[in-house]
């Protein structure tokens, strides 16, 4: 027979508590399935400005189109398991960001922009790299990951992602 003392049963519930939160980490990736793509997204990120380099190598720096706004990016994966090849084209009508009273924001072309500024060769932190734009092939059990950036009202809660390109899928976002 197993003798069980106060000092084992403390150091046993002691162990389970350490066990329970260090396990407890925050969620913040969804995923949806359409027909033919499925799409995960991160939580979003609100940015004053964007500092990012250009495939040309140039340095730039984003910025939203008014002081009331920021900007919001969201990574995202699109992956096909299904189709032979699928063609992509990510740009302003591929994807939207929703709240709850039903405003409906549009990505903005990273690339070509009003609020788009060239800085000098400087050393930038490019953590937000790629850039999710352009025309992709994708092929069967392949996935493209990057961000996409919006341009969104200061305060605003944002609560979903449309993606809209290829298949139609709508997913929750938890901010």
Known sequence: MIKITKTTTILIII???ITITSCKEEITLVGKSGRSLEILVDKPIKL?????????????RLFPKAS???L???????????????????????????DSRGEILKPLNPFKNNQLINIPNEPI???????????????????????????????????????DEVDYIITGLIE
């Open 48 to 60: 004053e400005n964007l500092d990012f380099v250009h495939l040309n190598g140039q340095y730039n």
């Open 15 to 17: 162990l389970s508590i």
């Open 72 to 98: 919001a990016l969201v990574e995202v994966t699109v992956i096909n398991r299904t189709s032979t090849v699928v063609p992509l084209k990510i740009d302003e009508d591929s994807s939207t960001l929703g």
């Open 125 to 163: 932190k490019d953590i937000y790299s790629p850039l999710l734009w352009g025309e992709i092939e994708l092929a069967r059990n392949t996935e493209v990951s990057g961000w996409m950036v919006f341009d969104v009202p200061r305060g605003l809660r944002l609560n979903s992602f449309t993606w």
């Open 68 to 70: 009331n706004r920021i």
